[in-house]
Each structure stands twice: as C-alpha cells, then as structure tokens.
C-alpha cells in the first residue's frame, strides 16, 4: 500500500518502507574494501611485487629445516631413531667407512682409535655425547672435530651409524673408558 507521507514509499502491516540515504561510513567502508582489494590483486597476483602468506611459510620453515640441519639432532631420542632408520644408517656407513676407518677400523672396531662396538665408552656412550664426540673431537687424544669438514648432517648420520654398533662386541681394541649400558 502507498504512504502519502514524504520519504515512505510503502507499507506493510505498519511497517514503513522508507527511502534513506546510507550512512557516509557504510560508503567509506565499501569503496575502502574495494580499493583494497584492487590493490591487494595487483600486488600479489599481477605484479607479484609481495610474498604470498604461503610463499612467505615456505621460506621460514626451509630457514628453520636449515637451521635444524646446523644445530644437530636436539635429543637422545632423536638419535635412537635416526639408528634405526636404514637410509640414515647407509649414508652414515658411508662416510664412517670414508673418513673414520683409519682409526676406528672397517666395522668400528677400533685401531689406533677405541672400539665402538662394546659397552665402554671414553668420553660417555650416551646418543648426544656420541653425536658431540663426533662434532667436536678430543683433539688432544687424536680424535679430529669433524663437524666442521662434513657439515651435521653427516656428522648426525655417522653417529646414527656408530650408536647401531653399540654392544655388537666385535673382536679388536681392548675396551677402554668406562662401561656403560
């Protein structure tokens, strides 16, 4: 039904229908949200002159696998697994057999190095101590710092390889150090 009053247009159950002007902060709002969005696709999807959230992700967890990889293995438990893993305890094999026969003899058991196939251990015979052993030698006893030449990477996985040679007790060097389980 028709209004004969000014600015109601129509009524329904005395409900008016009016013709009123939006508020000015409703239009700011709207044209805002459509300037934005314009600019945010022209940056992002056409210029491609920002990181993408997922690009900007990406990037950090790669900084943080990287910084990972630098800092080594963080627990005993990380270590005990790694031991187990066939691919780690191949790459470790490899490079015990490249760089720590001399020493520690073909399967570890031991040279002019201790043997790492029994329970005694000279500087401890726990994961971490093994993986610093490793890492940052003994160098008054001969034993080279090698994580700086092979990167901890390989140094992780030499020790994975070198904790699944514990308590094999192959016949070589007497033991030495103290025992541990």
């Known amino acids: 039904m028709k209004s004969d009053r000014p600015g109601v247009l129509h009524v329904f159950d005395d409900i008016e229908e009016a013709d009123n002007h939006l508020p000015l902060w409703w ?4 044209f805002g949200a459509i300037v934005f969005s314009a ?15 997922m690009e900007e992700y ?15 293995p963080s627990s005993d438990g990380v270590l005990l697994a790694l031991s187990k893993d066939p691919q780690v305890l191949s790459e470790g094999e490899k490079v015990f057999k ?5 020493c520690h003899g073909q399967n570890g058991e031991g040279v002019v ?35 700086p030449v092979l ?18 007790n192959l016949p070589g060097k007497a033991p030495q150090g103290t025992e541990e389980p």
């Open 27 to 30: 239009l700011a709002t709207l």
């Open 151 to 168: 990167g901890q990477e390989k140094v992780t996985n030499v020790s994975a390889w070198v904790l699944a040679q514990r308590n094999k």
């Open 113 to 147: 190095g201790p043997n790492l196939t029994d329970r005694f251990w000279i500087h401890g015979g726990g994961p971490l101590a093994v993986h610093a052993s490793i890492s940052h030698g003994y160098p008054d006893k001969g034993m080279a710092a090698w994580g």
């Open 58 to 72: 990406r990037e950090e967890a790669e900084a943080h696998r990287a910084q990972l990889k630098q800092s080594g």
């Open 39 to 53: 600019g945010y696709w022209l940056m992002f999807h056409t210029m491609h002159q920002a990181k993408s959230p």
């Open 98 to 102: 490249t760089s720590c026969v001399a």
